[in-house]
């Protein structure tokens, strides 16, 4: 009817809403219609464009009066919203504008605050009125600004008002007043108001109907102007009030509510929330306090699990505050303030008799973790874990295995060592069989994080008892406890690796038998999606020849379960599926070409999925239980749209794209046939906006199939893919205002343009795209400049947030530039290094910024590394100073420094720097690796991996001209091995000592082999491991075996018993590739 006869249908509902003869829920209907009627204002052949303007003008003048005159309070909440909901649609003022009124709709403001401050007024009309300007204040606010007398009038006389629901929805106007108000200056002049908010705060909170104050503080959650307005008051006015509601409000939803305005509060402002002493230790006071409130039920607890037991939420919020907090004070360095006033807490409750507090405090030493830095302390922590591990309450057990896996993935390196592992592993096993089951599979998901971190040779000895166990829980037909274990049985085979192999001819059979029973199950597919993971982990330790019977069986079951109708968009079969796919991919390499054909369209069709405008169509079609993901972005007709997309779909769409990466990648020129239809299908995740890790995967995939077609000698296919890419990417790249999107496409053409080869890029192709690259590299610094500048016109102390996407976009064009270098070195130094030398000679000055000057510096290493002498000449310009950032306090300088002195030290130029250069080098090496085990001091240990790549270049191309210092290097080399963080360099160092090691090298095996012990434990540490290449690794076993039985069983006694189980496995393999 709205559509045939617009006019008449609106008048029909106004007719009925002004009826107050008529029913109520008649009216109530009548108003969500008119409302409907009356949205979409802006859209061709919507309701309201047809109704002309003299009804427009009829349709505001009547929804005020209705406002005005409806006595029922539930039928004018109906009315209010359709005042607002208009208003906001109507009214667009530009943010710098500061009208006496509102040209679109005059009357509204001056109506709606008449009623306001018309004390005769009924006071839920008064409530109401206010709510509705509150709501306005969106499109508004500039107009309250102009008129900021008569607001300040407004706001301070309802703040007093002795009605709650008026006081509340003028303290919430007030809030939203200052989040919506853009300029500081405008802002402050309604700071006068913060003691009123502050006072009706405190009456609000005292009333007894909850909602009022659960309503406020809603309000008052911050919106990032917050903390600045508050900043005189909140340790006086604010947050001793907040404190109060937090910590003893009658209702629980209300204590909630109160500490998160209170944490929010330390979010938005980290900075000024740490000045306040008072600010942390109440938080935190509230926060443990919270910990302490748990159920008293045993029995019940026990019964449930975890998926589907009831949240005690007071609990849950405490352990998340405490997070929360300790991750914003970490960021401004106020953390150890933090832990030192709960270390205290966490000591005492530990030692406790109140399982409560035992709780508590295992609690807050798993939330805390994360963020200590001294090894002592945090195996101290693990510690206090351990020792409650084996209590007699089974929810101190529960909470202690929940911490373990917290440890584990905090601190891996730490608790998976050899002497804690030995305590935690016995604890495992037997946790198992807890006889709780609750317990029980919290202790195994515990080790499913535990267990992927744990060195091989500590887990062997409990893996045959483990299995034992496993095996038992996957023979029950209990579908849950199959679950878990098929779990766990995967996280041994992945450790494991090839000594799980005597394993596989036991539970295949068993995997596919209950793979045959469930797959068509939909209640199973979380275990059917587990027992396909357990298959390819199986598949990995057997390898190919052991896998190749069982494999045609298992993908066609793969594709049959992932391909069945009627699926929910959450089925995790699909994700496991592709997990398992790439898994048996890597297993099988060429031997899974045949499997592709199939597999591989329903992967690729995945790449279809993409956001959804937000409207009522797309409304209707998510499941209310669905978690989904919003993005707004402005379409071409410069429109703004609110897209939507489940998770569920998203983890598709990235798991696809990971899958068709690994595929590509392990297959190579093999990969050539399908090359055509994959491209086509991943240029849609190109304009993927929702989540830029999704289209950073897709660019590095099509930069995948660059390199597949140029080793399958597909010239031509290469050079279109290029054309392609760089045909659609850098127009986007040039015109965009989207940093994040311009970082990652600015990656994307890296990578495309590196993969690519040589002969694909012409000199104006190059030089064009290396001009692009400067240009966003100058306007970034250009907005920079702005925004410090801003900041200092506009509170520059209380700038906190920092520019990662400016320094993201970039790097990815300084990567752009060093691709360009790879294989083109001859046009590049024609055509593009006089573009580039002006902007390094700028950025490398002492006096620029350390971040700033990092790009120069990685500019600097591109041109030494793939420029070789052509760059030479220019030396002078920037050499040099980075020699003298060998020593730089920052260490991403000194990081850059150490690397560029490794590269230039190649050339027989650098002959001058080299004694110089090798001091300050082992100086580097030396301080960093004495330092103590933290967390902070990684950026420092791989500035020490770059130093030791550096100083071996010398001693390799500068013998001659560091004689009198090579024994110290030597020594400060081989005693800094081996590295630690940066596995591209661990890789070089780790290769270059075992190829020195078969050299018999004197300075590095020593005077009689004294040096033996330690080069073997090194090259034991790091066989098979990120700082090893397969080729070294395999090296290493041939070393090892070379060695000769008696010499090496001499070596290793001086080995620990963990390297020295990982000797032996080392020799197994490296006899048995030797008998194939």
Not at 566 to 576: A, G, T
Not at 616 to 642: A, F, M, P, W, Y
Not at 781 to 802: L, P, S, V
Not at 936 to 954: G, M, R, V
Request: charged content about 25%; aromatic content about 6%; hydrophobic content about 40%.
């Amino acid at each position: 009817a709205r559509e045939q006869q617009p006019v008449s249908t609106v008048a029909a509902l106004f007719q009925v809403l002004s009826d107050q003869q008529l029913e109520e829920v008649v009216r109530k209907q009548a108003a969500v219609l008119l409302r409907q009627c009356l949205g979409k204002v802006r859209q061709d052949k919507s309701t309201w464009s047809q109704l002309g303007d003299q009804a427009h003008i009829e349709c505001k003048a009547k929804v005020l009066q209705l406002l005005e005159g409806e006595g029922n309070p539930s039928v004018r909440k109906q009315v209010r919203d359709i005042v607002q909901s208009l208003g906001n649609q109507l009214i667009d003022i530009a943010k710098k504008e500061r009208p006496q009124n509102i040209q679109a709709w005059p009357e509204l403001l001056p109506a709606l605050l008449r009623i306001v401050m018309d004390g005769s007024r009924d006071a839920s009309l008064r409530a109401d009125a206010i709510w509705t300007v509150k709501e306005l204040l969106t499109s508004v606010w500039q107009v309250m600004v102009a008129n900021h007398e008569q607001t300040l009038l407004v706001l301070r006389s309802c703040l007093a008002d002795q009605n709650v629901a008026v006081k509340t929805n003028a303290a919430g106007m007030l809030c939203e007043l200052i989040d919506n108000v853009d300029s500081k200056k405008d802002r402050d002049v309604f700071a006068v108001l913060v003691a009123d908010l502050c006072a009706a705060l405190e009456a609000i909170a005292e009333n007894s109907d909850n909602t009022y104050i659960d309503t406020l503080l809603q309000a008052m959650e911050p919106g990032g102007n917050t903390v600045e307005f508050y900043k005189d008051a909140l340790g006086s006015e604010l947050l001793p009030r907040l404190a109060r509601i937090a910590g003893s409000h009658v209702q629980n939803d209300t204590r909630r509510l109160a500490l998160e305005v209170i944490i929010s509060l330390g979010e938005e402002k980290p900075k000024t929330l740490a000045k306040l002493p008072a600010y942390i230790e109440q938080t935190l006071d509230i926060s443990v306090k919270f910990l302490l409130e748990l159920e008293d039920d045993l029995a019940e607890w026990a019964n449930q699990d975890d998926d589907e037991a009831d949240d005690e939420e007071q609990y849950k919020f405490g352990k998340e505050v405490v997070d929360r907090l300790c991750r914003q004070m970490d960021k401004v360095e106020r953390f150890p303030f933090v832990f030192d006033k709960l270390k205290p807490v966490m000591t005492t409750f530990l030692q406790s008799s109140d399982w409560k507090q035992v709780i508590a405090g295992v609690t807050i030493a798993a939330q805390t973790v994360e963020y200590v830095d001294e090894e002592e302390t945090i195996l101290q922590m693990a510690g206090a874990v351990l020792g409650v591990l084996q209590s007699s309450n089974p929810r101190i057990r529960h909470v202690a295995w929940t911490a373990v896996a917290q440890l584990a993935q905090d601190h891996s390196d730490m608790v998976t060592g050899e002497h804690l592992a030995g305590q935690l592993l016995p604890l495992f096993f037997a946790g198992i069989d807890d006889s709780y089951t609750r317990v029980s599979f919290r202790s195994m998901e515990a080790f499913f994080i535990y267990g992927q971190e744990v060195e091989r040779e500590v887990l062997e000895p409990f893996v045959p008892g483990m299995m034992e166990k496993l095996g038992l829980k996957l023979q029950t037909g209990d579908r849950t406890q199959q679950c878990k274990a098929i779990t766990y049985v995967a996280v041994l085979a992945g450790q494991m690796k090839d000594d799980f192999a005597n394993y596989y001819s036991s539970l295949m059979p068993m995997l596919k038998q209950i793979i045959q029973a469930i797959h068509r199950d939909p209640d199973q597919r979380s275990l059917l999606g587990k027992a396909f993971e357990c298959v390819s982990l199986l598949a990995r330790a057997v390898g190919s020849d052991g896998f190749r019977a069982d494999a045609e069986g298992i993908m066609q079951a793969m594709v049959q379960a992932a391909s069945m109708p009627n699926l929910p968009s959450n089925d995790p079969v699909k994700e496991y599926m592709m997990q398992a796919a790439q898994r048996i991919c890597w297993t099988m390499h060429a031997d899974f070409l045949p499997f592709l054909p199939p597999i591989l369209p329903g992967i690729l069709e995945k790449l279809t999925l993409a956001p959804k405008e937000f409207n009522e169509h797309s409304r209707n079609e998510v499941d209310d239980d669905e978690e989904v993901n919003l993005t707004i972005v402005q379409g071409e007709d410069g429109k703004v749209k609110v897209m939507i997309m489940s998770t569920s779909e998203i983890e598709d769409l990235q798991n696809a794209v990971e899958c068709v990466h690994t595929f590509i990648e392990e297959l190579g020129k093999l990969y050539a046939p399908f090359v055509a239809q994959t491209a086509q299908a991943l240029l849609p995740v190109f304009e993927f906006d929702m989540q830029e890790r999704i289209r950073d995967l897709a660019f590095e995939t099509w930069a995948e199939l660059c390199n597949a077609a140029r080793e399958g000698q597909q010239t031509d296919i290469v050079a279109q893919l290029v054309h392609e890419f760089l045909n659609r990417i850098l127009p986007k790249l040039a015109e965009s205002d989207d940093l994040e999107a311009m970082a990652t496409r600015a990656d994307g053409v890296a990578a495309c343009i590196r993969n690519a080869g040589p002969d694909i890029l012409t000199a104006q192709q190059l030089t064009e795209i290396a001009q692009i690259a400067l240009t966003l590299i100058g306007n970034s610094f250009k907005r920079q400049e702005e925004e410090a500048q801003k900041g200092k016109d506009d509170d520059a102390d209380e700038d906190e947030d920092d520019d990662s996407e400016e320094v993201a976009l970039r790097h990815g064009c300084c990567q752009v530039i060093n691709s360009l270098m790879v294989h083109n070195k001859d046009t590049f130094t024609v055509q593009a290094l006089p573009l580039c030398m002006p902007l390094v000679q700028q950025l490398i000055q002492p006096t620029i910024p350390a971040l700033n000057r990092r790009l120069a510096m990685h500019l600097a290493c591109g041109m030494l590394e793939h420029l070789g002498t052509h760059v030479t000449p220019h030396w002078p310009q920037f050499l040099p100073q980075m020699l003298q950032d060998i020593l730089n306090p920052v260490t991403e300088a000194r990081q850059a420094a150490c690397s560029a002195a490794g590269m230039a030290a190649k050339n027989p130029a650098f002959a001058p720097f080299a004694v110089e250069a090798s001091n300050k080098l082992m100086q580097v090496v030396s301080e960093s690796r004495s330092r103590a085990k933290k967390k902070s001091e990684k950026p420092a240990q791989a500035c020490a991996d770059a130093a030791l790549t550096a100083i071996a270049s010398i001693l390799e191309h500068h013998q001659p001209t560091v004689a009198a210092l090579q024994t110290q290097m030597w020594s400060v080399w081989l005693q800094g091995l081996p590295c630690q963080e940066d596995e591209t360099e661990g890789k070089q160092n780790h290769e270059t000592l075992l190829q020195l090691t078969l050299k018999e090298h004197r300075d590095v095996v020593g005077d009689g082999g004294a040096n033996m012990p330690h080069v073997l434990a090194v090259l034991v540490d790091v066989c098979n491991s990120d700082m090893s290449s397969e080729e070294t690794s395999k090296g290493i076993g041939k070393l090892v075996v070379k060695l000769g039985g008696a010499y090496l069983e001499q070596l290793a006694q001086k080995l620990s018993q963990k390297q020295q189980k990982k000797l032996v496995r080392i020799v197994k393999e490296a006899n048995a590739e030797a008998a194939v």
